[in-house]
Nanobody, 123 residues
Framework: QVQLVESGGGLVQTGGSLRLSCVASGRTYNSYHMGWFRQAPGKEREFVARISPDSAVITYGGSARGRFTISRDNAKNKVYLQMNNLKPEDTAVYYC????????????????WGQGTQVTVSS
């Protein structure tokens, strides 16, 4: 069973940056694709990015492309999301999760959801 804990969120001004971290417990972490999602109040959970076990395959959702960078450090059981040029519409709770299903863009294909970390971007 994988347990995931996100951190690194906070309040930042428009144009600012944040680096989110996700630490995984469990021996099988390194074998899985990992993803970041976000959920704003009143909205569905949205795909942000996904990374393969060897970091060779990376995909981004439309809102993240060009501004966010996903990475991982398997030695530390960690996944990161570097977010630059943040905008108010990026305000959401950000979650990391483990891909266990076939559609990497769908939240239903993931498990191990943590509590998330709040990101708030002020205008």
């Amino acid at each position: 069973q994988v347990q995931l804990v996100e951190s690194g969120g906070g309040l930042v001004q428009t144009g600012g940056s944040l680096r989110l971290s996700c630490v995984a417990s469990g021996r099988t972490y390194n074998s899985y694709h990992m993803g970041w999602f976000r959920q704003a109040p009143g909205k569905e959970r949205e795909f942000v990015a996904r990374i393969s076990p060897d970091s060779a395959v990376i995909t981004y959702g439309g809102s993240a492309r060009g501004r966010f960078t996903i990475s991982r450090d398997n030695a530390k059981n960690k996944v990161y999301l570097q977010m630059n040029n943040l905008k108010p519409e990026d305000t959401a709770v950000y979650y990391c999760a483990r891909l266990v299903g076939g559609n990497s863009y769908a939240s239903t294909s993931y498990d191990g959801w943590g509590q998330g970390t709040q990101v708030t971007v002020s205008s």
